[in-house]
């Protein structure tokens, strides 16, 4: 047997005249539930997760932490460490005598505050203009229709299937010839304009794909033309996109390797990477504590920026594969 229930509308006097009855009649099963049959709203209930489930959820989390929490915490505790303590076996989880001597040498046996700073005005650099020229890029393949645009930007793309080091002899080259050797500017040429920016104007794309068109549609009505709609409306809607180009861009940079090993030579010029591997003794050997130092040193910005901007990055790059 149905139950028939009245549930009585709100009064629309377009669709209804004056008198009218608003009532509608909405057949119930018996099997429903008397809050149902009466006609009032039934929220659906949450079940609760046993408290045991979620114990066993995070402990599982922070076993598989471990692997890599463990090496960035030795590499700070043996920072604090004298070297005849780094490999004591069993290792410490914290120094017994802390000492700030590692960090004290990593200043003096090298310029290490200018290379720091070195690393840092390049990597700002560099992502700086990454985000510019791949998010103008990015918005001209998006929406700027013109002959051969697929073609092109396949073209562009396969830049990032070529290894840095196949061009990394015929760049030298060039820059040789220019006089740029043992300067800054084929770290901030090449990096702002290789495989990381070709990534980027990707990415630039994918997102500008996804905006709606009548926000270009609006803004050409109100007298914007091409640049002011790019620079006005397009760019202000892109910033989890541009987040996630301005981390990884950074993060390459700040961890070149190759490219400053082959363009500079002198120290005051050097980058983070290429001065770590110059903490050495007389005798060839690795001074460790001072490595260390200079090594957690050189992961503090990398561990800032991964920490305050990972939700940023992971919705940035979630929303370049929207649409394709």
Known sequence: MRTESRLRTAPTGARNDAGADD????????????????????GRRRPVGSPW?????????????????????????????PISEIFAFPPELWPSNPTLEGYVGAFTEQPFAL????SMYIAVLVTLGTMLFSSMAGY???????????????????????????????????FNSWGMIDTHWPLILVTTFGAPSVLATFIMRQYFI?????????????????????????????????????????????????EPTVYLQTPE???LPQALTRYTDAYGG?????????????????????VFAQKQFVEGLAQTGLKG
Not at 68 to 77: E, H, L
Not at 215 to 241: H, N, T, V
Not at 287 to 303: D, E, F, G, R, S
């Open 140 to 174: 001209a393949f998006a929406r700027i229709r013109f002959p051969g645009q697929d073609l092109l930007f396949v073209v562009v793309l396969t830049g990032l299937l070529i290894p840095s080091e196949v061009t990394i002899v015929p760049l030298f080259q060039l």
């Open 23 to 42: 009532t509608v009649a909405v057949t119930v099963p018996p099997e429903a539930s008397a809050d149902a049959r009466a006609g009032r709203t039934v």
């Open 269 to 271: 010029l050097f980058t």
């Open 210 to 258: 996804t905006l709606p068109v009548e926000l270009e549609e609006a803004g050409r009505i109100d007298g914007l033309g091409r640049w002011r709609i790019y620079w006005s409306i397009a760019l202000p809607l892109s910033r989890s996109a541009l987040a996630a180009v301005a981390i990884f861009t950074f993060l390459n940079v700040w961890n070149l390797y190759l």
């Open 115 to 118: 290379q720091y700073w070195n």
């Open 286 to 306: 690795e001074m460790w504590n001072i490595q260390l130092a200079a090594a957690t040193l050189t992961a503090l910005p990398v561990l800032i920026v991964f």
């Open 53 to 81: 489930r979620k114990v066993l959820f995070y402990g599982a989390l922070s076993l598989l932490a471990v692997p890599f929490v463990f090496p960035t915490w030795w590499m700070f505790t043996s920072s604090l460490k």
